[in-house]
Each structure stands twice: as C-alpha cells, then as structure tokens.
C-alpha cells in the first residue's frame, strides 16, 4: 500500500528557507494556531500536485515565494518536493519550482513537461484535475450546500466526463443543423410534388368557370332592368306628394308669422312693468339696509344707559355696605382690646401657679448643675424663638384671612355683609368658651402629666421582661438554624415540586380516604444509612402516589390532565401485582432485605403490600464488595444494592451512586427536619411579638416627651393669645382707615356716572325717532311693491297666453315640414338607388340598352354635409331624361304593383345573383399558364428529390457520431455515478455508526445524467426524512463528508489530504468521523488532516505543530510529535493522555 513519506519545502509562503514536513504516518494531524500556516501546508501539497495559482489564493505564481505578499521576496525561486513510496518502498520524488512567471517539473530530479508530471502523478493514483486526494478548507462546508446542478458538475470533474463536453456540444450542434437541412429538403419536396399534381387540375376548372360567369352575368341583367323599373314608378309618385307637401308648407308659415308679432308686441309690456317692479324693490333694499344700521346704535345706547345706571346703584350699595363694615370694625376692635386686658391677668395668674408646681417638682427630681443651666438655656431658647414665630404666623394667617375676605367681598358682596355679622357675633362666643377652655386645659393638663408618669414607670418594667426573653428566644432559634443549615434542605426546595405538592393536596381534598400520598411520605428507612440503598431500589417509584384502586388512579390522572400539570406515577393497591417473598434471602450473610430495612407508617398498615411490590427480593449490603459477592456468585443472580447505592442487577447491569442519587436521598432527611422548621416558626413569631414589645420603648420616650411638651405649651398658648390679639388690634385699625378712604371713592363715582346717564338718554331719545321714520317710509314702499307686481303678474299671464298659441301653430308647422323633408329624403334615396344602379351596369358592363341618352353620362356622386349639391341635381334631371329599353324584362315582372309583391321578386332575383356569385368565388379561378409551366414543374421537382437524399446521408453520418460522443461521455460519468452510489450508503452508516442512516444519490435526467442535477438525499439516525437544507449543521457535515470520502472511493488515491474539516462538527460527531477514518488509514489509504479540535487530532497517529514567528512578515516554523508510543484507551473511550517534555 503506497503512501506519502515526507515534503520538503523552500521559501514557499510563510515557509523560509529549507523545511520538511514528516515523515508522514498512516494518519497524521497539523494543528497550530490560526494564522500560523496550516493551509499553507496544504498549499504546498496543492502546487507539488500540479494546482493552479488561482486554486492555491494568490494571483500570480511568483506571489508563492516568501516574502512576495508584501513586496520583499527573500528569492528569486521557491519549489515543494514531495516523496512518495509504493508498496515495495521504492521512493519516487516529485518536485516542482518557481521560475520567474511559470514552473519546472522534475520526476526522480529529471526535467519533464507538465503533461508527463501529470501522467506520473495519475500512475500513483493522484488525479490533479479530479483532486481526487485534496479537501481545501471550506470545500466540505461548499458540498453540503451544493444545489444539484452544481453536484452534477463535481461529478463531471471527478469522472473525466467534462474532457468531452467541447466535443459533445460540437458534434450536437453539427446534427442538429444536418436534421434542420434534412428537414427544410424534405419540405421542398413535399411542395413540388403539390405544384405538379395542381397544374392537372387547373384546366377543367377553367371551362366550368366560364360558364358559370356567364350565366351570372344573364341574372345581373335581369335584376338591374326589375330594380330600374319600378325605381322609376317610385320616382314618379314622390314626385307628385313632394309638390303637395310644399304647398301646405308656405299657408301654415303665413299663420306662424301672426302669432310671432303678437308676442313680441306683448313681451315689450311685460318688461316695462318688471322694470318698474325692480326700481321699488330696490328701494326697499336700501331702506331695510338703512333701517338695519339704526337699530344697532339704537340698541347699543339703550343698552350703554342701562349699564351706567346698573354701575351707579351697584356703587351705592356698595357704599352703604362699607358704611355699615366701618361701623362693625370700630366694635370689633374695643372688643379685641378688652380680651387683651383679660389674656393678661390669666397670663398672671398661670404663671404663679407653674412656679409653685415647679417647686414641687423639685423636691422630687434633682438635676445635676450642668444639666439644670442647660435646660434654663433651652427653654429661655425656646420660648423667645417660638414667642417670634408664632406671631409672624398670626400675623401671616391674618394677612391671607384678610386677603381672602376682601376676594370674597368683590365677588359676593351681599353674601359676605351677612357672613360678616355671623362672624362677628361667632366670634364673640368663641372668645367667651375660650377663657373657660383656657382653666379646663389647665386642670386636664395637671392630670394627664400624672397619668404619664405612671404609664412612664410601667412601661419600664415590661421593656425589661422583654429583653431577657428575647436573649432567651434568640439562642433557642439560633440553635434550630443551625441544625436546619446542617441539613441543606431549604435550598433543596423548588418551584416545581411546590407545585407537584400543590397538585397531591389537591387530589387528597377531593378523595381524601383513598388517596393516601407520595410514597416517600408514607415510609421511611430504619436508618439513615440506608437512605441512598432504598432510594435507589424506589427508584422513580419514589415520587408515586399511592391510591386504594385503579379506578381512583385514573381520575387522578383525568384531573392532572386538565390541570396541565406534570405527569405522575399512581400504585393502585388493588391493582398491584405483588410477588411473594424469598424467606431464604434473610438467611444470606452480610445482607439484609430492602424491604426489612423499610419501616410503614402506623397510619397506613396497607402499605406493605406497596413497599414489597416495590422492593421485591432486593438485598441491601453493607460495602460494594459484598453487594457484588451476594449478587453474581452465589447458586443464583440476585437483586443487590450497597450503602453508596451501588446496585446489581440479575441481568448483570451494574449502575452506580450519582448526585443526583444522593440528591433524592436527601428527601428523607426533610421529612425528619419539619418539626425543627415547625419550631423554627413558633420561635420567629414569639421573637416578632418581643420586637413589637421593644417598640414601647419608643412609646415610653414619647411619652417623656409629651409630659414636657403640654408644661411648654400651656405657656406658649398664653403667650400666643397675647400676641394675636395685638396683632389683631393693630390689623383692625389699619382696616378702618382703609375702609374709609374706599367710602370717599365711592361717593365720587356715583356723582359721575349720574353725569354719564344723562348724557347718554338724550342720545337714544335722538336715535329712536330716526329708527321710526325709516320704518315708516318702509311701508309706504312695500305697499307700492304689492301693486306694481299685480300688473306684472296680469301682463305675465297675458303673455303665456299668446306664445301658447304661437307654440301649438308652430308644432303644426314643424310637423308638416318633416312630412316634406321625410318625402324629400326618400325621394332623393330613391334617385340615389336608381343612379347606383345605373352606375353598378357600367362598372360592371352589363348590356343595358338606353333609348335616349347614354350610360357614358352617368359619374359617381359626392354628397356634402348639408343637401344634394347643384351638380348631383343635374346628374338626376339627365338621369330622368334617359329612356331605358325594358323589353327584356318580362311582363309578369313589370306587371308587379304591390311594394309587397316587388320585395318578394326582388328577394328571388337577388338570390339567384347571390348563389351564383358564391359558387363563383368558391371556385378559385383556374391557372390559365398550367401547361407553360408543367415542363418547368417537372425539372424542379427532381432536383429537389436529388438534394433530400444528399442532405438525409449527412444527417445520419453526424447522428452516428454523435451517438459515438455520447456513449463515451455517458459511460464516464455512469460508471463514476454507479461507484459512488453504492458506496455512500454504507460509508454514511459507518460514519453515523447507525445502520438505520440512509444517503441515496439520485439524477434527475436518467438519459443523460451529465445534462441534468444529482439528488443527495440524507436520512439522519432517529429521525424522518428531510431535505438537506432543513439538516443541523453537524448533519450537513456529516452527509458531505460521506459524500467526500465515497467520490475518493471511486478514484482512490494512496492518500488523503483535508483542511479543517471538522470544523462544523461536534464532540459526538467528531469521535465517529475520526474512528472512521481512522480504521480507514488502516485499511484503505493514508490520511492527513488539518484540525484544529482536541477530540479529533488527539486520536492520531503523529502531530505536526505549526507555529509561527514574526520578522519583516510572518515565518512559519515546524514541530512533530509521534503518538504511536501512547495508544488509545479503546475499552472505555477515554483519549490517550500525552505526557509531552
């Protein structure tokens, strides 16, 4: 088996100088990092095989030397050698280098042409125009997308097919042009072959048309003599009506002409009197507009006086009212003065009774000397500073009280007069209860401070108590917390089993005598260390719900159903198939029964039977040696289960402990910790109620507080009232000044709108005696309005009447005008039809034989738009005078009278002359030149025949050709279709290690596959069928790459180049493609591939490194590493750990 040893490079891309890459094994990896030089690896395989530039990601040749992509070759020349040996180790090198703008090829170091370099390469298996042995990178990701006609050409390429598609092309143009030759000969001869049998024909249909034109040419004659017969009887009779007709015409006009002066006569009254009538109206017009401009001013004066006069009584009202406030004022403020004098003596006598309490005081409390001096400070502070701010807010709350008084008094001046003396009388009583609340306040006061010094000391006490509870509550709950922290459960608790438990409770309020509960609930371990044993044998029985009977069980399932919620298990009792127990296992050494291990709730006696169907004959051992000892080598397999939850089955599967194993396990312990969370509870709730409690002690200070806070106020509310009531009297008397400056305005504008008013009454009396005399010149000219349209009207009917008349005379005219001109148009379409037949006898040259005049005479007339003109007149007085001879016409045809009888005959004649005429023009008129041509025909016809033969050889020469092209061409592309066919169905098995995996490839042009697209078609382990677009991209790799690997089968090379291939591929994916492939290197050919993933260069045979260093550019460097000394793990799939110095 022939593989590739090694390549040697120089100054080639990122490759400086001299560098080898190898020795190549069976499956050799190149990993580095991006940008290293990988592809460039590949490059050089790619230009050793003989690939053009373009295929290689440059534009020209010399742009592969190192250094050239940035302007600084380091050499004029760069070459790759590529040593490969056969099966008998015999190296064959092949080499080729740059120079200048094309390359030399050398075969074992001897100089040869670029088709000898390919035909060595192709005698080793390397197909440089197929790249049967190369995968550039992003070619499998390009395969996987391919539409089916772009599949087809990849087969072309691989199967050589394309080298005869010039040749095809050529060779079915040429017979498609020899077909149309044929064919267009062929046409030619079918023609000349009708023009002969033609000319035979054309001489008896000659004489049986000559006779049938003459027979038609009789009946014309016959017809034309009937028509000018009785046309000219018409003429005659319209004629004669046509006069008649003119006559009554010229009376009924003389009549018409009376009525249309009379009329006239009349319409010239009517519009003298309607001119009269518009002369009034406008009159009126302009008096109404006169009229309708006086009434606003009269109106908007009428309407000034009465506001004058409304504004003159509103301002004395409002002077009585200020009058009567000023007087009110002047009480209100000896008043505030006595209750002055009065705030003062009270004041006196508080202060005296403060300073003997406060001499009691202190003989109770005694106070340090600081803390005395700094309370003295505060409360002298404290009185100056709320004494001003108290009296600035008084001051204040006057000032806007006084503001909103006189808003209100603007607005509602009458409302407020009769607010005020409420007021006024409100508050007078208010000051009197004031002076008792004052004594009252003062003796509750004294007892409310007594009070709170009681509740002060009580308060006390219960703080205390409270605190040592609480000292006590918190080191109790601490040590719950911890023993709940200790078993990890509240972080085991979810969303999604409080909803499953939500479900449970549910299920047990509807059957609550036959649902009993989860089966976890209803039993628990004897110990805890057998917790991960039982679990374990529960397995996903553990969550069951245990119900009495099967039918309980599905109406539990019904209602989850409907609820949406996740599915359950149910254990029927009734319905449970339950075996007996082994009683020979409780004798087994070192192992006890599951179910003996197993203890039921007291409540539950029937969950036995469950627990037993459950368990069956488990054993549960103390160590792992022991479960496998009980399980495999005794006289028989037995169910075992060790501590860790290790569990043997009789069927020989073992499966071990797992997180999530011990996870569940730990639902036992919850069970165990609700008492602890129900203690938990109560101890946070007595702790909340003790924190509520420590919350008087908030209460205790306010109350401190509030003890001083009445012995300041009682002497800030003296202080206060004082302060008010001076500010009040000082407000009060500015009022009254106010109050008296506002009278003296108001007495002034009284006097000048009395002064206004008298003026502006003058004004309307002058303004209503002009509205009154326009009114009455109004009347007058409505009044002469009415008469004047009474003769208006009178001359209108007067005038309906007469152009009545004129109307009715003027129809009657009319209608006989139309009589004659009907008369007229049918006299002049009967002349027009006789001169048209007179015309069609000469046009056609019948033998019409006239007596006097000549059908010479007769032209063709022109008719204008309006009547007949002077010329057509003369042409039908010379038509009149023209005397026809009638004798060949029969007499029973000029005996005819009745229009009906004329119709009919006319209808016969005209049929006859019609029949004949279609037979005629039926019969295609003969070729009077037949017998000229025949000889003619004749000699044409075979020279036509001659060049069908010739033209029928050529076509089948070219078909045969043709056919020879194809079948080459088909036999190609067949053979390589059919390979790759069969083959890619078991290669995509074994890549997906599934035989259920289909890939089929199918043409859509059977023939002629090469002319059409290729199917690929892919059905991917456990799922349906789908397109290829609608596969995952792992899938699409995977179907392409069997793609690949089955065309490589149809041409295989010795070995095998792929450039990051597995770059769409996952871990699954990737550990199929590189098992297969490696058992391919084993077995079929040798494979390099470039990657870039651990799990797939790891299970090779040998690594080359690529990394790269940076200079002028970047340069390329080589490191190799040989796996064979570390195999691969096969039994358990693990990967080879390299252990690399």
């Not at 990896?29 to 290293?36: E, K, L, M, R, V």
């Not at 033609?198 to 034309?224: H, N, P, R």
Request: with cysteine; hydrophobic share 35%.
């Amino acid at each position: 088996m022939g593989y590739l040893k090694q390549i040697d490079v120089e100054n080639f891309k990122s490759w400086r100088g001299k560098q080898t890459f190898g020795p190549f094994k069976r499956f050799t990896c190149i990993i580095g990092t991006n940008g290293s030089g990988k592809s460039n690896v590949m490059d050089a395989l790619g230009f050793v095989m003989g690939e053009r530039a373009s295929s290689l990601r440059v534009k020209q040749t010399k742009d592969l030397i190192h250094g050239a992509h940035v302007s600084k070759p380091v050499s004029r020349t760069a070459s790759v050698t590529m040593r490969f040996c056969d099966d008998d180790d015999e190296e064959t090198v092949f080499s080729r280098t740059i120079s200048g703008d094309s390359s030399e090829y050398r075969v074992n170091g001897r100089q040869v042409t670029l088709a000898r370099y390919t035909g060595e390469l192709e005698k080793i298996g390397v197909v440089t125009k197929a790249r049967n042995c190369l995968v550039f990178q992003g070619a499998v990701e390009s395969i996987a997308m391919m539409n089916a006609k772009e599949r087809t050409k990849m087969f072309e390429r691989i199967s050589s097919s394309f080298e005869l598609a010039n040749e095809y092309d050529t060779k079915l143009v040429a017979l498609q042009e020899a077909k149309e030759d044929t064919q267009f000969h062929f046409n030619r001869k079918r023609a000349a072959a009708a023009e002969k049998k033609q000319i035979f024909k054309d001489k008896t249909e000659a004489e049986k048309y000559q006779a049938l034109v003459e027979q038609l040419s009789e009946s014309k004659l016959q017809l034309s003599l009937f028509q000018l017969y009785h046309k000219e009887r018409v003429v005659n009779v319209l004629v004669e009506s046509l006069r008649e007709k003119q006559e009554a015409v010229a009376v009924k006009k003389s009549v018409v002409e009376e009525w249309e002066q009379s009329v006239k006569a009349q319409k010239k009254e009517h519009g003298r009197l309607s001119r009269e009538l518009q002369k009034v109206e406008k009159e009126i017009k302009s008096q109404e507009e006169t009229l309708s401009h006086q009434r606003p001013q009269y109106i908007r004066a009428k309407v000034n006086t009465s506001h004058h006069q409304h504004k003159a009584e509103e301002v004395h009202i409002s002077l009585l009212k200020s009058q009567k406030q000023w007087a009110k004022k002047e009480q209100e403020l000896q008043e505030l003065e006595t209750e002055l004098a009065e705030l003062e003596k009270a004041w006196r006598v508080y202060e005296r009774e403060i300073e003997e309490q406060a001499a009691q005081r202190v003989e109770d409390v005694q106070l340090e000397e600081a803390q005395l001096e700094r309370y003295k400070e505060l409360k002298e502070l404290a009185r100056k500073k709320g004494a001003v701010l108290f009296q600035k807010a008084e001051k204040l709350h006057w000032e806007v009280k006084a503001d909103q008084e006189k808003l209100e008094f603007d607005k509602r001046r009458k409302s407020e007069v009769e607010a005020n003396i409420k007021h006024a009388k409100d508050h007078q009583d208010e000051l009197n209860r004031r002076a008792e609340k004052l004594e009252e306040y003062a003796i509750t006061s004294n007892k409310a401070l007594d009070e709170q010094r009681e509740q002060e000391r009580s308060l006390g006490e219960m703080l205390e108590r409270g605190r040592l509870r609480t000292l006590e509550l918190n080191e109790e709950l601490g040590v719950v917390v911890r023993e709940l922290q200790n078993a990890r459960i509240d972080s085991q608790e979810n969303r999604r089993q409080h909803r499953r438990d939500e479900i449970l409770e549910s299920l047990r309020r509807l059957y609550p005598d036959v649902v009993y509960g989860r089966l976890m609930d209803l039993c628990q371990p004897i110990h805890k260390k057998y917790q991960l044993a039982v679990t374990k044998v529960f397995g996903h029985y553990m969550n069951a719900i245990v119900v009495s009977s099967a039918k309980v069980g599905h109406d539990c399932i019904q209602i989850i159903k409907e609820e949406r919620a996740e599915r359950e298990t149910f254990l029927p009792i009734d319905n449970l198939d339950v075996k007996p127990l082994n009683e020979r296992l409780r004798e087994v050494r070192a192992a006890k029964m599951v179910v003996d291990v197993v203890q039921c709730s007291q409540n539950a006696p029937q969950l036995k039977r469950v627990v037993q169907f459950v368990c069956g004959n488990s054993l549960v051992c103390e160590n792992l040696k022991d479960a496998r000892h009980v399980a495999f080598d005794g006289p028989e397999r037995l169910k075992t289960v060790s501590l860790d939850g290790t569990l043997f089955s009789k069927s020989g599967v073992i499966s071990g402990g797992s997180v999530h194993l011990r996870y569940k396990a730990r639902r036992w312990e919850e069970k165990d910790m609700n008492g602890l969370k129900e203690r938990k509870e109560q101890l946070s709730a007595e702790l909340r109620e003790l924190i509520k409690l420590k919350r008087k002690e908030v209460e205790l200070h306010q109350i401190t507080a509030q003890v001083q806070g009445i012995q300041t106020r009682l002497k800030l509310q003296f202080e206060s009232q004082r302060s008010r009531l001076n500010t009040q009297v000082e407000y009060e008397q500015e009022q009254l000044l106010k109050q008296r400056r506002l009278i003296n305005k108001m007495e002034d504008s009284i006097k000048k709108e009395e002064d206004v008013i008298i003026t502006l009454k003058e004004e309307e009396e002058k303004l209503l005696a002009a509205v009154d005399e326009s009114q009455s010149k109004l009347f007058d000219l409505k009044n002469k309005e009415m008469e004047q349209k009474s003769y208006v009207n009178k001359a209108k009917a007067e005038l309906d009447k007469r152009i009545s008349g004129l109307q009715e005379n003027s129809r009657e005219l009319v209608k006989q005008q139309k009589e004659m001109i009907s008369v007229e148009t049918s006299l002049e379409h009967q002349r027009l039809c006789k001169h048209n037949l007179l015309l069609d006898c000469k046009i056609e040259g019948l033998p019409l034989t006239v007596l006097s005049g000549s059908l010479d005479d007769i032209s063709d007339i022109q008719l204008d738009s309006e009547s007949v003109s002077t010329s057509t007149q003369d042409i039908y007085v010379q038509e009149g005078q023209m005397v026809i001879d009638y004798s060949p016409l029969g007499d029973n045809l000029k005996r005819l009278i009745g229009e009906q009888q004329v119709t009919a005959q006319l209808e016969v004649l005209r049929e006859k002359v019609s029949s004949m005429g279609r037979l005629i023009h039926v019969s295609k008129p003969p070729n009077m030149k037949a017998l000229e041509k025949m000889i003619e025909v004749k000699d044409s016809f075979r020279g036509v025949v001659d060049a069908f033969e010739t033209s029928a050889s050529v076509a089948k020469k070219r078909h045969q050709e043709f056919e020879q092209v194809k079948a080459r061409r088909f036999h190609r592309f067949s053979q390589c279709f059919e390979h790759v066919s069969v083959a890619i169905s078991q290669i995509y098995k074994d890549l997906c290690k599934n035989d259920s995996a289909q890939a089929t490839l199918s043409a859509e042009n059977p023939d002629e596959p090469y002319l059409g697209g290729i199917s690929y078609n892919c059905v991917a382990p456990g799922k349906r069928f789908m397109a290829m677009d609608n596969l995952s991209g792992g899938e699409k790799s995977i179907a392409a790459l069997a793609l690949v690997f089955a065309i490589h089968s149809f041409r295989p090379a010795p070995f095998f180049v792929l450039d990051e291939v597995d770059a769409a591929l996952d871990n699954t994916n990737i550990g199929k493609v590189t098992s297969f492939i490696r058992e391919q290197s084993r077995n079929n050919f040798q494979v390099i591939v470039i990657s870039l993933k651990e799990e797939f260069y790891s299970r090779s045979d040998a690594l080359l490194g690529v990394f790269s260093e940076f200079d002028d550019c970047i340069s390329s460097h080589l490191l190799s590493l040989d796996l064979s000394p570390y195999p691969l793990n096969d039994e358990n799939g693990k990967e080879r750990e390299m252990d690399v110095m």
